[in-house]
């Protein structure tokens, strides 16, 4: 392809996307943006697979039959929206298994909130409200994402992590109304996962390396910073109205804006997860690398079966 | 024995099959062999604990003495559930937890085929939606008993291995008692001798495709039915209970 | 904090550290790698139970809310525990238990060693009796820590693995809060920060004996001074605590 | 050895026999007394080893820390007991590997009450209570077996026992004083054990194909329905004390001889259990061959590094 014809494609590239004409598979796209998106994408794949985890670990433990199926059925979304998201990353040529090796190497991130525990039934709670509420907040704009396969798994992702994040509310408020135990657990819950989760959007603006070039081409339609304070501003409300309290001191309403004004982040632990310290870090890749471990002679057996049937029909004629 | 003691301990079993089963299976969840099964296991665990659901309330609301459908699931001692011990042996690998399954599918779905005939309007028509459920379980474990059995030469000899371990459990499916017979003679209950020889025919056929063998019937263990368990259960209901008994009369 | 407070809570901390990591090495029971293994291993759960039933006994007397050793031990939630993290790590395998024993162990001797000296009488006493019971925990894991470093190529990869893997959970034994600071300026506890130096150096000269490399200091996990525990103690507690929750108020 | 002298030991070996003389491990011996004594020996050595099972599923969820404590005493009593019966066995040209993979291919047995599960708490004090008064029964006589190792083993055993059988029945005791579930408790689990351990005397003396040549070498001095009477006339007062009922439809006291006179004993379940059928045989071998697997190669660790120090000590020199 000649210089020309490139810098050709570029600029119809561009032109679709400022118009926001979606993307799709088959048209040309510019390496980086294919790049960009595949880690975005594998990346966000990857931690619905790790979210399972922390979930996971509190499904044999549900305090009745209800709270058990619908836990049950929130992971059980969460690995379908593991495998949209898989889907997606495929049509853009990335390699489903080679993808989880890179997770399980440490070489691609998954999000680092699932590097927390869960100590308690209230964790239950806390993540679908928190967690899956910040979720969402990123998770909206990519509806509109420039890329049509992400844009139409998201819509799909969006309307169940909004579901979750109701039940997840409904679960913070039934601890919130219940005794003192159970408002204590709940408020414990908060307090290790508020900041957490405020971290789940990322470094402040000021030092994101790729939210520039993101927004650019629309992959990326708001900062880190307004995404943070979208949620700040939502969420506060919310945990007043059933009495809990936001484990931030500096934590104060500003009149004048109209927004919820919070304390520093502490960035430090937030690298420090980043980087695998963690309190989980270890125990989640080696479970899902267990997983994998595990469930090779299963693999290798339903390839060979499938192989056999080929042949015999082939045979068959 | 009265038609209505009779009638709890026959749903109060079928209830705690599925929710020991369930339980079971949702100790997966997160670490299945391949994506695709996390969402398959976790399906089926669902659909289980549904079926749990349903019967235990009916039981609870049979039985009359104010208990309700998570009394019974988690504040009995280990006496006094009544599932069969095949679905409280452990997860092990995924050939065993797919021989279990299997084994326990057949024999699950042929029973709910006939209970859509109770007589018992209640038993009919959980019957009826838990067919639905039941006929997607049997076709998921009968496609995977025949994928390993006819795959590799390891998983032969693995899934193999683990239908000839889990087979000493099979035959306490078919056992009948009294309550069975009160049942029975109610038009309420399943005919288990009948089923028997139609789960053997199923089994059999599958395994027939899987190149499997079909073990010999020998010695079968008993004692779920009369609520003598196995050692893993009790592991099973301290992890499964702990809530409701760390944390007594609250709501969640 | 009043000294009481902190002096409950220093008690506390010790006993659990020796109940939960005896409630680890019980699990063993019957699954050692060799019958003299068994005999040793159950040896020390049976002596790291003792100290527990000592401290633990104290504890709930200094309290003076009418506990006492058992409630505190098994009827407490999860939040209320205070053993550091390191000991309810799980087995996993031969080579993890005995690194997690052997990191405690010397941890757990010299801060007897030190609080045989405690102005507190009662402390000083069980330090004493439990410092001759550790001494042997410390020879034993030492042997073993050694024979499996320069023991054969796979033991040496998986001993050092193991330290490797439980070595951010050592720092946790080093650090001290308002509470350690009462009870040094009371003459009641134990300087960590000198111990830090003494285990380092006990550590080092047997990992050489071992050919063992000793890991580097990074970042070090926190959290079961303070009741925040790993996910793998709310498992340990419902098993540990079943009995106590689910026949509440008996004595056995 | 010529034949006459052959027959000369044979008669200077009875003749201590009948003297109540101990045989030594450098004593000739004929060659199926040893062969007996090896397998019954290295037998009550896998029972000991086996028994750790049943029991140490219970430490765990010992209901408070004094049980606790004395269930692990237990169990490590037990671990000692194999130690010193294997150990009498190796006095025989027993090898201890080799009898255990013996246990683990079923071609050398284990006493068949450990086949039995412990479901409940009750159980570890119907096992000390009913299963080492039992093996006490059995054991008590071989105190004065006429193989001097076999003999000096029994009299350690036998102590710590006895001490067993005493806290077994203690727990029985409390339970039984306790509250109506644990009176209920301790009345379930007597059900469970009282006939097993019944079946512990072995088959009934018509049946019993060892018994006579043993007896007359004094391995064994006194019939397996004598001493199953005998275990029968000090339980029964002793359930009847605490409050609990044997499980006999059949039992009663006959004032003339002084026996309580029992039902008949499912002999089936008996041979059924021996031949591998009860509820944890597969378990408690299976339990027994993965912990031998899991430690082979700590087990080799201890044997290089032996080899090893000797390698140094003989350079050192």
């Known amino acids: ?317 | 024995m009265t038609k209505q003691e009779a009638l709890f301990e026959y749903t109060l079993r079928a209830g705690d099959d599925s929710l020991i089963l369930g339980q079971r299976l949702s100790e997966w969840c997160g670490h299945g062999p391949v994506l695709e099964e996390d969402i398959a296991m976790t399906n089926i665990a669902l659909d289980l604990i549904g079926q749990a659901t349903s019967l235990l309330a009916y039981a609870a609301e049979v039985e009359g003495k104010d208990r309700d459908e998570d009394q019974l699931a988690f504040l009995r001692y280990e006496k006094e559930y009544k599932n069969l011990l095949l679905v409280e042996h452990p997860n092990i690998d995924f050939g065993v937890t797919m021989a279990r399954q299997f084994l326990f599918d057949v024999f699950h779905y042929h029973f709910f085929k006939e209970l859509t005939q109770s007589s018992d309007s209640q038993l009919a028509a959980i019957a009826e939606k838990s067919l639905k459920e039941v006929t997607y379980h049997v076709k998921h474990s009968s496609e995977w008993i025949i994928r390993l059995g006819d795959g590799t030469e390891e998983s032969h000899t693995r899934i193999q291995q683990a239908v000839n371990d889990l087979w000493e459990y099979t035959g306490e499916m078919f056992v009948m008692d009294q309550v069975d017979e009160i049942m029975i003679a109610e038009g309420v209950g399943v005919d288990l001798a009948r089923i028997k020889t139609i789960w053997h025919d199923h089994v059999q056929q599958v395994f027939e495709r899987a190149t499997l063998t079909m073990p010999e019937y020998g010695y079968m263990q008993l004692g779920g039915r009369q609520g003598r368990h196995t050692e893993y259960m009790g592991y099973l209901l301290s992890e499964m209970q702990y809530m409701q008994r760390a944390y007594p009369n609250m709501q969640w």
């Open chain 1, 1 to 317: 392809m000649s210089e020309k014809d490139s810098i050709e494609l570029q600029k119809q590239f561009q032109a679709k996307i400022e118009a926001d004409i979606k993307i799709e598979p088959k048209d040309w796209m510019p390496d980086d943006y294919r790049k960009t998106l595949i880690r975005q994408i594998t990346q966000h794949a990857h931690s619905e697979i790790v979210g399972m985890l922390p979930e996971g670990n509190w499904i044999t433990r549900a305090p009745n039959l209800r709270r058990k199926a619908v836990l049950l059925a929130k992971v059980q979304d969460e690995a379908g929206h593991g495998l949209y998201l898989y889907s997606a990353a495929e049509t853009l040529g990335a390699d489903r298994e080679e993808s989880i090796d890179d997770m399980h190497t440490g070489k691609a991130k998954y999000s680092s909130i699932f590097n927390y525990p869960t100590l308690s039934w209230a964790d239950m709670g806390a993540i679908g409200w928190l967690v899956d509420g910040a979720a969402i907040m990123n998770q909206v704009p990519l509806c509109r994402t420039s890329y049509g396969p992400y844009a139409r798994a998201m819509v799909r992702v969006c309307k169940e992590e909004s579901f979750h994040q109701r039940q997840g509310y409904e679960i913070m408020t039934t601890l919130a109304n219940g005794t003192p135990i159970q408002k204590e657990m709940a408020q414990d819950a908060l307090n290790r996962f508020w900041w957490p989760a405020l971290m789940m959007f990322g470094p402040s603006d000021a030092n994101s390396k790729h939210t520039a070039q993101s927004m650019a081409w629309k992959i990326k339609r708001h900062t880190n910073d307004e995404l943070r304070q979208k949620f700040v501003d939502a969420t506060v409300p919310q945990a007043h109205l059933i009495g809990l309290t936001i484990p931030d001191a500096d934590l104060k309403f500003n009149e004048e804006t109209g927004h919820w004004e919070f304390g520093e982040i502490n960035w430090e632990e937030f690298y420090n997860v980043i980087k695998g310290n963690g309190p989980c870090n270890k125990k989640r890749i080696d479970d899902r690398r267990k997983a994998k471990e595990n469930g090779m002679w299963v693999r290798e057996a339903a390839r060979a079966y499938a192989d056999k049937q080929k042949e015999r029909m082939k045979k068959a004629g």
